[in-house]
């Protein structure tokens, strides 16, 4: 496994991301909740993954106990972020970390999260109350996710101390990231957590010649047929390189994006072979031209 070192955490390039743990809408079924996704984050310990991203709305709490249970007996090995979603007044923050770090059965949070910018409330009126929670042992790293640069910024301002990671949209077809976050994150030692890194399979290549049946994915406009034809020329090229690798598309996808400094990973999955070919993507060392290619065919 690959690692990225920034801020004074070791973090794998890959990580666990626990949306659909708990869930109903990905139609994954009681049996994964009950099983599967366990399986899946102790597999993920197994072959040295460590992070593992969860929060208080996915599932409504269900993902972190699921984590959770998982986890148990392992806790050094797992580095933990989970995030409060901004409603409810600031004064709640302390009550709902406890809550989850009840949920997850730990007694400190390694990464504490703005899930949003809140709407209503300034950063100085929620980071000052996340200090709080580093003073008091209860959370070690301050994260935000879903914030431009201004607000990154605002953020750690309003916390007095660095605010280590911002994680956001990033993958082949949502480059965004690149423009500003990254290059300031790779300046002063923050990182990038990259959610939905496959775009929530479109870049595996399995739904480029027909839609995909789960609902969370058809409803997207990415999952479109115009869109699916658009992207046509760089799932062939991902085909194409994964071949040279002997890797898959969403394998490929994974590779490109993890090869940029500061930048880590947190792909889902429906099963435990799913993980770890995700894990496996960490060992692809792709070429400066394959990495170009890939570039021009996105931009």
């Known amino acids: 496994m690959k690692y ?9 390039a890959i990580g666990v991301g626990t949306w659909q743990f708990g869930s109903t809408e990905w139609g994954y079924g009681a049996e994964y909740n009950r099983t599967e996704a366990g399986n899946i984050v102790r597999r993920a310990l197994e072959l040295g993954i460590n992070l593992v991203d969860t929060a208080e709305f996915y599932g409504f709490g269900r993902s972190e106990r699921i984590v959770g249970e998982a986890i148990l007996g392992h806790r050094s090995e797992v580095f933990i972020a989970t995030k409060i979603f901004p409603v409810g007044l600031p004064f709640m923050t302390e009550w709902r970390a406890r809550r989850s770090a009840r949920r997850l059965g730990v007694e400190l949070i390694d990464l504490y999260q703005l899930h949003w910018p809140s709407p209503l409330f300034p950063p100085r009126a929620t980071m000052p109350r996340m200090r709080r929670l580093i003073e008091r042992g209860m959370v070690a790293h301050v994260g935000v996710s879903n914030h431009d640069l201004g607000a990154w910024k605002k953020a750690e301002e309003a916390l007095g101390r660095p605010v280590l990671s911002n994680q956001v949209l990033f993958n082949l077809v949502h480059r965004g990231p690149e423009r500003e976050l990254l290059p300031w994150a790779q300046q002063n030692g923050r990182v990038i957590i990259a959610y939905s ?8 290549g399995k739904y480029q010649d027909s839609a995909p049946s789960n609902l969370v994915r058809r409803r997207r406009g990415s999952f479109s047929a115009a ?4 992207l046509a020329p760089l799932i062939a090229a991902l085909r ?10 969403a394998q490929v996808s994974l590779a490109w994006l993890i090869r940029k400094p500061n930048v880590v990973a947190i792909p889902g999955a429906s099963s435990v072979r799913q993980l770890e070919e995700n894990a496996a993507a960490a060992d692809i060392a792709l070429s400066e031209e394959e990495s170009a290619r890939l570039d021009s065919l996105s931009a």
């Open 240 to 249: 194409e390189i994964g071949a040279r690798h002997g890797a898959t598309p």
């Open 197 to 204: 890194p496959l775009g929530q399979g479109l870049l595996s």
């Open 4 to 12: 990225v070192e920034v801020g004074g955490v070791r973090l794998s």
């Open 227 to 230: 869109n699916r034809a658009r």
